[in-house]
């Protein structure tokens, strides 16, 4: 199976990248330093959406919603055939 190529920078990348901790970055957003890491392991399956717009706007946009939810053209061409969405 081929490994799905990925089209953004991913919130543990980018975190690490501007030198924050997932507390640090927690404290930034209002969120927890769990939920942070739930975000970056993907095993949380919903943000509020206040939480993504706050995400995108520390990040300078390099994070976006696509990314904290794993969602690549692949993934949203598959999803849209199955939904029978053309």
């Not at 994070?63 to 199955?82: D, F, H, S």
Request: charged share 30%; aromatic share 6%; glycine share 4%.
């Amino acid at each position: 199976m081929e490994k799905e190529q990925t089209y953004y920078i991913t919130l543990k990348d980018w975190r690490v990248s501007a030198g924050l901790t997932q507390e640090q970055l927690a404290e930034k957003i209002g969120s927890t330093s769990v939920s942070i890491s739930r975000y970056e392991s993907r095993t949380r399956k919903t943000i509020r959406a206040e939480i993504v717009e706050k995400i995108f706007i520390i990040s300078g946009g390099q994070v976006t919603a696509n990314a904290l939810y794993n969602q690549t053209p692949e993934r949203a061409a598959k999803l849209a055939k199955k939904n029978k969405v053309k």
